[in-house]
């Protein structure tokens, strides 16, 4: 993969979590409907902090495979 294609890719994969915090998590202020026992916006951060790693794992992964990392 081409440097500036895997800088692309990881850059994009490490706003991602950004977006859905800040832009995203304001439509889920509410105290109902309960998703797995938790308000919405609970469930939302709780679902983010588990796919934020993986976000962050996958712009690593692009960077050493783009060659980025040496």
């Given at each position: 993969m081409e440097k500036s294609q895997a800088q692309k890719y990881a850059l994009l994969l490490g706003v991602l979590p950004w977006i859905a915090y800040v832009v995203i998590s304001p439509?889920?202020?509410k105290p109902e409907p309960?998703?797995?026992g938790m308000p919405p916006l609970m469930f939302w951060n709780t679902l983010w902090l588990i796919l934020t790693s993986a976000c962050l794992y996958g712009a690593y992964k692009f960077e050493l495979g783009g060659g980025l990392l040496e």
């Open positions: 439509f889920f202020n309960l998703i797995l």
